[in-house]
């Protein structure tokens, strides 16, 4: 997929359309919360999927993903070395010590939530420490990243911020950190992906104007060694190319007066 055509300026939602992203959004969040809680040693990623896609349709939303460009799921699941774009299926199954990323997307009353994230089977704790370190870090990304969403400054600036937060990243936690070519965020609205593609790395001050309501989808995907990658026969699993383990985190994020908002946040399930 292709987003590259340059614009001058980010198109802007106005503040009743950030509501609805954010609407839509927060079924994201409550996918991937529920998915989260689900994944234990044992359970297949089919059973994820079909997680993902109760909490989505019992919100009276659309599940994006599902038919998208022939995409047979409502979530994608990359386990390990696989950085995006796995498909659901009964075959494989989660282990404890597995680091499995999450990416959702749904779509409510015409606008659509989208958001990645990666944790590890069995907590956080399960992980050995450079598959933590590579998560921690991969969140950090983001989160820092995010900052760079505010009115006035460039779409590459969002790209500068993020791939200067990667080489603190690798300082803070000891590690080196591949930023995965090719692949980045995207303008977000009525669609899954709009104009502008976002690249996760970048000189500053270049780009479409980010406007106030301006809305991108930011995902940081890093590895522990190469930049390189390829699709497997599936023609939809992305993995590193030398084997080496991936994290991938996103959120949907608009540029308003006071601050980066994020549309897909995650509130923790109560019973």
């Given amino acids: 997929m292709v987003f590259r055509k340059r614009r001058k300026i980010i198109p802007a939602k106005?503040?009743?359309e950030l509501d609805?992203?954010?609407a839509a959004g927060e079924v994201v969040g409550k996918a991937l919360q529920a998915?989260?809680?689900?994944?234990t040693a044992g359970v297949s990623t089919l059973?994820?999927?079909k997680v993902a896609e109760d909490v989505i349709r019992s919100a009276g939303a659309i599940p994006t993903f599902q038919g998208y460009q022939g995409f047979p799921a409502s979530i994608c699941v990359s386990i390990n070395t696989e950085i995006v774009h796995g498909i659901p299926n009964d075959r494989t199954h989660v282990r404890t010590g597995d680091l499995v990323s999450i990416d959702c997307g749904a779509t409510l009353d015409g606008w659509v939530g989208d958001s990645a994230w990666t944790f590890g089977i069995g907590g956080q704790e399960a992980l050995k420490p450079p598959a933590a370190a590579l998560n921690e870090a991969t969140e950090w990304v983001l989160?820092?990243?995010m900052k760079a969403m505010i009115p006035g400054n460039r779409l590459s600036d969002v790209s500068h911020a993020l791939e200067q937060a990667t080489r603190q990243a690798e300082q803070r936690w000891g590690i080196t950190l591949g930023i995965v070519d090719g692949y980045g965020g995207h303008g977000i609205g009525r669609t899954m992906h709009e104009q502008p593609w976002l690249a996760n790395e970048g000189r500053p001050g270049r780009g479409p104007l980010i406007q106030d309501g301006s809305v991108l989808a930011i995902e940081p995907m890093l590895t522990l060694g190469s930049v390189d990658s390829f699709v497997l026969d599936d023609g939809w699993t992305v993995v590193t190319a030398d084997g080496s383990l991936a994290a991938h985190w996103e959120h949907t994020v608009a540029a308003t007066a006071t601050g980066p908002r994020i549309l897909t946040p995650r509130y923790k399930i109560t019973k």
């Avoid at 998915?35 to 994944?39: C, E, G, L, Y």
């Fill in 35 to 39: 998915v989260k809680a689900a994944a």
């Fill in 47 to 49: 059973d994820l999927d």
């Fill in 20 to 22: 609805a992203m954010q």
């Fill in 143 to 145: 989160m820092e990243g």
């Fill in 14 to 16: 106005t503040p009743g």
